[in-house]
């Protein structure tokens, strides 16, 4: 027996050695049973029977079967010649369904492949191109027969490459990438050649060829080394471009790119804006500049000129003019000199002062009445802060509910439930030495370090422990796992732990050690060599959709899950698809997403915490050799949240160390001895009291009213009102301490008195603020419109409680003063009495001795000027190169693991996030125009949906597209199409009628196709089939036998309509590029919403489409990012809303004084300018809560500007720069120290906190706003305002002179009491110090009744100012807080023990 076999093989070596290659003769027929040599694979292994025969001639059935699978050998019924059985025509065509499933989108590709199987099969001169090189005997149907087992097929390289080339550009819509790339094995799309594409469809280890095929490429004319009588086949293959023999249309763009239109390149994008060759922002600000510098300039020479003019004219005869060119020595004023402006601005501040007054007094008269009310508003307000609804997420926050992309993700999450939570670890193992592998099939890889298999086998270990997390659940009722979470593409109704989507380099070997550790000793070309794990992710990386690779381990590269692992979620910090020299692992659970208030939300969050532990453990454990970083979907809320809490304490530290400062400062400290009693310690708490509570009940009342709070405003509203507060507080309490109270004046009636004459300024600065940021509640940002509301009624109550509670605590504080009482032991007293001179504390002195006089010296003011302006400039330009965004890694603390993730996954991940193009209600699919204006395929309009975002993928660096979208309308025509066999009905059974899927074996169970072939290989359903297969496709899970199948790749990509059966909503995925920074975020955002309307644009043309049809991009990043296209419009309209009070308010209660509001208004805007031009400077990004900081800037630049604007309008002091001095030394002292000295040391805790956040924002920002406002406040303004500042108010003038006059009458009339009288107005200084009494000549108690009733307007002639001393005679002398006012000699009365007092003017001066 053994003998025989060896002559039956001898004899096949002899007849394959002398076969004949001539035409007309068949080197095999029939087929003889499987490959013995070949084990089970993924179809059937079935042998020819070596048969050296003329071909037969086909009849019947056997002719109508090669025409159907091999048209292109059709010569006639009586003509046609085959070397092929029915069998093997059968064979062939179930073989060639496989590779029609993906090719048959591109006719010409489909019949080329076709073309070359038929000619190595079924052609007639099959001997003339086929050379059989291994044969066996095997016993088939009980006959021992020889079968092939190997042959060499000779083709011409110009049909090979033909045929290549009509192919390489076929996509597969499910993944976007390239059909070649699963039929080219180990090289992929990028690295496949003609050779390569027919050696593996010659690979028997492929799981698909049932026997060895040796393609040759043989070039035209070349014969060296052909066998005899061998003539390479050269057929002329078809271009993609071109139409089939049976009538196949050519292919879509999409699939060859000779088919596409001409299309023009995107425009790349603006260029910087250029003028004269240089920066176009530079140059503009540099002209500016330049026309600022000589506008002043020549307003300082038209100003000397005048000077020299009104000189010359005093010296010919006029003399003493003021500031406003009013010779009062000479001329007396006339209402008619008065204008409305000037008449109104008296007016307003007598009415205000009176009510202030009135007011005050009332308030220190009941003080213990108005604490407990004040306290009963407060707590009434307060108590909804039970029902406080504090927001953390941050598309809450950031993004309005009726912003596009909120809608548009609404839409998206109604219709395919949220975007999946991720779960994901990227390992690395720096240091750790690669090895060089020199594999039999692939040559020699370099393996990096961390491609081993022992940190492979210990990833694995990592992703066990986590699959296999249990907890119990109380919102289940029941022990939880990943699979009641887990998003499972391919079995999402009842899904087991091998269902859930795991992503990772183990899913390669299906997480089975077993295969990891396989090896097998395998020959290839002679060679024979041991392959193991490394072949198969060589091959398995390079194409991930085989469900078999091609060495002789016969592994499935597809994970557990059953779908395909990309190589870019398995591996990371590759080059150019150098996988086996990758950086990092990667490794990523993907969760369901759930709404909030769904149960299975709280679930996932649990499992995440679980998790996050596991991962942490992990990596603190010393015997892991990774290092790693790691995220769960809820790390970036839970960071933000930690910060928060983290960071509370420095906020205490920083609201506790302004408290120190202000109780500290806001003592007098006349004495050692009554530092416990002049010190302010329970005046500066009840101030921070007064900002708590005002806070506190704002964020109540909102609370009531359901408006949520969130963290910004927890940290910034207190800062801000504490800011404003403090500011008040000192100014009241300064001016309260500078006053001396006058004779028979009470306590409370001073309070009144003083609180009249600050409270005006008071009252401007807070409601010019409130206002503005109740207009800020416009904005559309939830995070900026809720800051707006809470710190808007914070500040206004704020400013209530300073008119009640806080002039009712400094009532008790200046009772408890008055009895020398200690604070704290208000039993203990003191016996050193107060001073008489009033305390007029460091600061002041400092301003008006040194710090007014040098900054307004004529120098200084000029070098001011120049200086701002050139600041002023310099930040316009710096302003148009502030970066726009907040990258999300600075939301995080430093620290962070966050950080760590952010670092790996910008270094690492090689792909961009998935990005869907949605489209809603409106539009027919069902019809072939519609079908046309969505797909890619064969026949489909070139400007399509899915082709138009396949052009913008041609440019990815302008478009942010990488990879091109999925389309389920080209699967669904793909999985129609009968020559693919996925779609069948069922012909017998229980189920007949009714869809047959594709791995239905039983024997004539599904004889019928869904739909007919078309002529002309353009397939498009009608309306009822459409309708009608449309759910079995997305119910159809995807195999060998139908790769099309719909579950899992778009299951949840087309919404219906339960009743009608429309389309209400599908979506197409594409990937963007990999994006890093906010604005390539924002950037991809704005193309992708062009390239949508572009779309939409199109399909809205398509006949039946709905006019309010939409196509719209989503993913999960853009409700975050959008913000960013319009934030600075936004931020815009938002500031300029909150600019405009401080003009109006400004102008209304100053008596429609239009000069002053604008300069109040031009300071502000140069502070915001100036804000943000050191942002650029600094680094700080302009953001939403770099907006919110703006708006907040605008608030604090009123304090440092408006009470200094105010009290320079109302000073009636002769001259411009004396006016300044004056505002300067008397409202800058307490702007210096109520609002810088108040923030600085606050801010500087806050460079301590952890958040980078907090750091950036709060800190820098805060600072460079604080500092910006003080310099321009205290320097810049007074300045402003000695050039451009308001003239003397008139009307001022004049009821000075009237009360002049009166005086000199009262003067007249004989008195028997002294009374000191302010009597005149002069345009020269006089020198500070009290004057002399003057003592009058006693009169009837008429007159003595009218002189007690005689009133001076003070502080804004706004109160009775009466200097009455009956008791202390002519001892007493009422000291003044203005200085350097020149003193004239009293006219001698009837009386000479008695002078007029000589101090009117200072007095006024004083109060104004």
Aim: proline content about 6%; hydrophobic content about 40%; overall charge negative.
């Amino acid at each position: 027996m053994t003998c025989l076999a060896a002559l039956v093989t001898l004899l096949s070596c002899l007849g394959l050695s002398t076969a004949l290659h001539e035409p007309g003769f068949c080197a095999f027929y029939d087929e003889c049973g499987k490959n013995p040599d070949k084990p089970p694979g993924l179809l059937p292994a079935i042998v020819p029977c070596l048969n050296h025969s003329p071909a037969r001639s086909l009849k019947g059935e056997h002719y109508r079967r090669l025409k159907t699978v091999c048209p292109m050998l059709d010569q006639g019924e009586n003509s046609t010649q085959a070397c092929c059985s029915m069998s093997q025509l059968k064979s062939l065509e179930n073989s060639l369904i496989l590779s029609k499933a993906i090719l048959l989108r591109c006719p010409s590709c489909a019949d080329n492949f076709a073309h070359l199987h038929c000619i190595n099969t079924c052609s007639p001169n099959q001997t003339l191109t086929v050379k059989v090189t291994k044969t066996t005997n095997v016993t088939h149907l009980g006959v021992q027969r020889t079968v092939v087992l190997a042959y060499q097929a000779f083709l011409s390289t110009t049909f090979a490459e033909g045929s290549f080339q009509s192919c390489k550009n076929v996509r597969i819509p499910a993944t976007g990438g390239f059909a070649i790339a699963t039929m080219c094995g180990r090289y992929g799309a990028k690295l496949c050649t003609p050779q390569r594409w027919y050696d593996f469809q010659g690979d028997s280890g492929n799981g698909l060829a049932p026997f060895d095929i040796d393609f040759q490429l043989v070039p035209p004319g070349v014969t060296e080394g052909l066998p005899a009588g061998v003539v390479p086949y050269a057929g002329r293959p078809l271009r993609c471009n071109q139409t089939t023999a049976t009538g196949g249309a050519a292919c879509s763009c999409q699939d060859c790119q000779d088919s596409c239109p001409v299309v023009a390149p995107p425009s790349p994008p603006a260029g910087a804006f250029r003028l004269l060759g240089a920066d176009g922002y530079l140059v503009l600000c540099i002209i500016l500049l330049c026309l600022l510098m000589a506008a002043f300039l020549l307003y300082l020479m038209a100003g000397y000129y005048m000077r020299r003019v009104e000189r010359k004219r005093g010296a010919g005869g006029g003399k003493g003019k003021d500031g406003n060119g009013n010779d009062l020595a000479e001329r007396l004023l006339v209402p008619s000199d008065v204008s409305c402006t000037d008449r109104n601005s008296l007016a307003a501040q007598e009415l205000l002062g009176s009510l202030f007054q009135t007011w005050g007094t009332i308030m220190a008269s009941h003080p213990l009445k108005v604490l407990l009310a004040a306290a009963v508003v407060v707590v009434a307000f307060a108590t909804g802060l039970m029902h406080i609804e504090l927001t953390t997420d941050p598309i809450q926050l950031w993004s309005a509910p009726n912003s596009r992309a909120r809608r548009e993700k609404d839409f998206h999450d109604k219709y395919f439930d949220p975007f999946f939570r991720t779960n994901q670890v990227i390992l690395t193992a720096p240091g750790r030495p690669g090895h060089m592998y020199d594999s039999l099939l692939f040559g020699k890889q370099n393996f990096s370090g961390i491609i081993s298999k022992d940190l492979i086998i210990q990833l694995l270990e990592l992703q066990s422990r986590i699959q296999n997390i249990e907890f119990w659940s109380d919102d289940l009722n029941r022990t939880a796992s990943l699979k009641d979470i887990c998003f499972a593409p391919l079995n999402p109704n009842d899904p087991s732990l091998t269902d859930c989507a795991v992503n990772s380099l183990p899913q390669y070997f299906q997480n089975s050690v077993a295969n990891l550790n396989a090896k097998v000793n395998m020959t290839e070309l002679g060679v024979t060599k041991e392959v193991d794990w490394r072949d198969h992710f060589i091959y398995c990386v390079n194409s991930p959709l085989s469900f078999q690779d091609i060495t002789d381990l016969r592994l499935s590269c597809m994970a557990d899950y059953g779908g395909p692992v990309f190589p870019f979620l398995a591996v990371g910090g590759y080059d150019k698809d150098d996988f086996t020299a990758a950086e990092a692992l990667i490794m990523t659970f993907s969760l369901n997403n759930y709404a909030r208030e769904n149960p299975k939300f709280k679930v996932a969050l649990e499992w995440e915490q679980m998790f996050l532990d596991i991962v942490q453990e992990y990596q603190r454990n010393p015997t892991n050799n990774f290092t790693f970083a790691y995220m769960a979907e809820r790390s970036l809320e839970d960071e933000i949240n930690r910060t928060t809490s983290e960071d509370i304490p420095i906020f205490m530290i920083s609201y506790l160390v302004i408290f120190v400062y202000i109780a500290v400062a806001l003592g007098e400290y006349s004495s050692c001895k009554r530092i416990l009693v002049d010190s302010k310690f329970l005046v500066g708490l009840g101030g921070i009291l007064v900002v708590g509570c005002s806070v506190l009940a704002s964020m109540g009342f909102y609370a009531w009213i359901g408006i949520p709070s969130s963290l910004v405003i927890l940290q910034v509203v207190p800062f801000l009102v504490l800011a404003v507060g403090a500011d008040n507080i000192f100014i009241f309490v300064l001016e309260h301490q500078r006053d001396m109270r006058r004779s028979g004046e009470t306590m409370e009636e001073q309070i009144g008195r003083v609180l009249g004459n600050v409270a005006p300024s008071m009252l401007l600065c807070s409601l010019s603020e409130s206002v503005c940021f109740f207009l800020g509640a416009l904005s559309t940002m939830p995070a900026v419109k809720s800051f707006a509301l809470y710190a808007a009624l914070a500040v206004l109550l704020d400013f209530i409680l300073q008119m009640t509670a806080f002039v009712a605590l400094l009532s008790l504080d200046a009772r408890r003063q008055d009895g020398n009482r200690c604070e704290l032991a208000c039993c203990v007293t003191v016996t050193t009495q107060r001073p008489t001179k009033p305390n007029e504390g460091f600061l002041l002195p400092l301003m008006r001795k040194y710090y007014a006089p040098f900054l307004l010296h004529p120098i200084s003011r000029v070098v001011v000027m120049v200086v701002f302006l050139f600041m002023f400039c310099s930040s316009i330009y710096l302003m148009f190169h502030v970066t726009v965004g907040l990258d999300q890694e600075l939301a995080m603390p430093e620290g962070s693991y966050m950080l760590d993730f952010f670092k790996y996954l910008y270094q690492y991940f090689e792909v961009g996030v998935p990005t869907y193009f949605v489209t809603t209600k409106g539009f027919n699919y069902n019809s072939v125009a519609g079908m046309n204006a969505t797909c890619s395929s064969v026949g489909c309009d070139p400007f399509s949906l899915t082709q138009k975002i396949q052009y913008a993928t041609e440019y990815p660096e302008l478009s942010y597209m990488e990879i091109p979208a999925n389309s389920w309308v080209d699967d669904f025509i793909d999985w129609l199409n009968p020559g693919g066999g996925c779609c069948r009905i069922y012909t017998a059974g229980p189920n007949i009628g009714k869809f047959c899927p594709a791995n239905e074996t039983a024997p004539f169970a599904c004889l019928r196709k869904c739909v007919k072939a078309p002529s002309n290989g353009i397939l498009r359903p009608t309306v009822d089939e459409f309708n009608r297969f449309l759910p079995d496709f997305l119910g159809n899970r995807p195999d060998l036998q139908c790769p099309k199948g719909g579950l899992g790749a778009y299951d949840k990509a087309v919404v219906t309509d339960p009743n009608t059966g429309e389309i209400i909503a599908s979506r197409f995925m594409a990937y963007h590029t990999p994006l890093t920074t906010s604005q390539e975020f924002t950037a991809a955002l704005e193309k992708a919403r062009e390239l949508a309307h572009n779309i939409t644009m199109g399909m809205r043309a398509i006949p039946g489409t709905s006019p309010d049809f939409e196509v719209f991009p989503y993913t999960v990043t853009y409700v975050f990012y959008e913000q960013y296209l319009t934030i600075v419009p936004e931020g815009l309209f938002n500031i300029s809303l909150c600019l405009l009070p401080t003009f109006v308010v400004c102008c209304l209660l100053l008596g429609m004084d239009l000069r002053s509001g604008l300069l109040n208004l031009l300071t502000i805007v140069m502070i915001t300018v100036d804000t943000v031009g050191v942002m650029t400077l600094w680094g700080i990004d302009y953001n939403a809560i770099a907006l919110i900081n703006l708006v907040t800037a605008v608030g604090i630049s009123v304090e440092f500007v408006s009470h200094l604007t105010r009290s320079f309008a109302l000073s009636i002091k002769p001259t411009q720069v004396e006016r300044a001095k004056d505002a300067v030394t008397t409202m800058g002292s307490a702007v210096f120290a109520g609002v810088a000295m108040t923030n600085l040391p606050g801010i500087v805790v806050l460079a301590f906190a952890k958040a980078q956040l907090i750091k950036i924002f709060f800190f820098r920002l805060n600072l460079v706003i604080t500092l910006l406002g003080l310099v321009h406040g205290l320097v810049f303004l007074p300045v402003l305002l000695t050039y451009f500042g308001p003239g003397v108010n008139k009307a001022v003038l004049l009821k000075l002179q009237q009360d002049k006059a009166q005086a000199s009458q009262d003067l007249h009339e004989p008195r028997s009491n002294y009374v000191y009288v302010n009597q005149s107005f002069h345009n020269h200084e006089a020198p500070s110090g009290p004057a002399p009494p003057t003592p009058l000549s006693p009169t009837s108690q008429a007159s003595q009744d009218l002189s007690s009733k005689h009133v001076y307007k003070d502080l804004e002639l706004r109160s009775k100012h009466v200097y009455e001393d009956l008791e202390l005679r002519s001892k007493h002398v009422y000291e003044e807080l203005s200085s350097e006012n020149t003193a004239q000699p009293p006219s001698p009365t009837s009386d000479p023990s008695v002078t007029p007092d000589t101090r009117a003017q200072d007095s006024i001066d004083l109060k104004f």
